[in-house]
């Protein structure tokens, strides 16, 4: 199992409130998913995808990553986790915006103290394989809000990861430029990768196999999307 998480709780004090975010949310995911996390605003959809991404810890309850409880792991093992397992997709892209693409790109690579011969041949592959060879020296401001995605996604895959989450990876694009990124997330499944992402919109949820939908932080439903039935039953899937 890829991700195993039990009973997990995670709770904010603002003031002398206590605001519930996630009240005991249990589920699993395995290697080579495609799973799509649903829900309206504050159903705590966000804070699941960072604790996901530990980029945050639970109040309660357990995340085992690849076998490996994450409440066990050092500072030191959870970056080198968020740095080579873990490739992030923001809806708002989170590039620097005085560098050009290809250094956005290579960003990961630098943290990791990879060689900048490496890191460079590393980073062209990647923004290659999103179909940016041709702007990785634009700087975001010269690019459409579709290529910025491409170039975060690029920095999301320069490390190999075996999980990509992305969060309302198409909530700043137009219909037919968001159909376009998704397209990319099938091909990153179609290779082996792990993919999670977090969506308000059903059509978007569609491309992945299994929706789970979270509700006043807990999980509300967890079932096949009907795409997912459609090609296992061999029909066609027209999204």
Request: one cysteine or more; hydrophobic letters at 40%.
């Given at each position: 199992?890829?991700i ?5 709780a ?11 975010a ?26 699941l995808?960072?604790?996901?991404g ?5 109040s309660?309850?357990?995340?085992d ?43 990961p ?56 989450l ?20 099938e ?11 977090v ?40 999204i």
């Amino acid at each position: 199992m890829l991700i195993q998480m039990t009973n997990i709780a995670k709770n904010y004090e603002i003031g002398e409130e206590v605001v519930h975010a996630l009240r005991g949310v249990s589920l699993s995911i395995e290697k080579n998913e495609y799973v799509a996390i649903m829900g309206p605003s504050g159903s705590g959809k966000s804070t699941l995808m960072n604790i996901l991404g530990c980029l945050d810890s639970p109040s309660e309850g357990t995340y085992d990553l690849n076998g490996k409880a994450v409440s066990d792991m050092t500072d030191d093992e959870l970056a080198e986790v968020r740095n080579k397992e873990i490739g992030f997709v923001f809806q708002n892209f989170n590039l620097l915006s005085r560098s050009d693409s290809l250094h956005n790109t290579e960003l990961p690579l630098i943290y990791l103290g990879v060689s900048r011969k490496k890191r460079r041949e590393l980073a062209i592959a990647s923004m290659q394989a999103v179909g940016l060879g041709e702007r990785m020296h634009h700087k975001p401001s010269e690019l459409s809000g579709g290529q910025r995605q491409r170039v975060a996604i690029a920095r999301a895959l320069v490390n190999n990861p075996s999980i990509i989450l992305a969060d309302e990876p198409t909530g700043n694009l137009d219909s037919k430029t968001g159909e376009e990124i998704m397209q990319i997330f099938e091909v990153l499944h179609s290779k082996g990768n792990t993919v999670i992402l977090v969506t308000h919109e059903p059509y978007i949820a569609e491309h992945a196999n299994r929706v789970i939908h979270i509700l006043d932080g807990q999980v509300d439903s967890d079932k096949a999307t009907e795409n997912a039935i459609r090609r296992a039953n061999g029909e066609k899937v027209v999204i």
